[in-house]
């Protein structure tokens, strides 16, 4: 079992990035698959979430509105749409599998974004 995030970058203060969490062993639309980001000096937070059963997403506050997340099952991939992005926007982007415990069983290895104003 393997996720490996991609997508990151450079970006400027209002602009758009996709990021993209590709699964290896086993199929996205068997688990629900989220988004956390840890930026310099601060704890990792949750982003967003796609479940697993009826494609209910849940988004922090903090990008409501600007961020989309998505699942494609034909490429196995759960995707992150930001949009309208802001300096605290800033962070290294990981990826990460519920297992059936509820726990977070699996990382991506995390992908940067930073924001230039």
């Known amino acids: 079992v393997q996720l490996q995030a991609f997508g990151g970058g450079s970006v400027q203060s209002g602009g758009s990035l996709r990021l993209g969490c590709a699964a290896f062993?086993?199929?996205?639309?068997?688990?629900?698959i989220g988004w956390f980001r840890q930026a310099p000096g601060k704890e990792r937070e949750g982003v967003s979430c796609f479940s697993r059963d009826d494609g209910t997403t849940l988004y922090a506050d903090s990008v409501k509105g600007r961020f989309t997340i998505s699942r494609d099952i034909a490429e196995n991939t759960v995707y992150l749409q930001m949009n309208s992005v802001k300096s605290e926007d800033t962070a290294v982007y990981y990826c990460t599998r519920v297992g059936p415990n509820e726990e977070f069983d699996y990382w991506g290895q995390g992908t940067q974004v930073t924001v230039s104003s």
């Open positions: 062993g086993f199929t996205v639309d068997g688990y629900a």
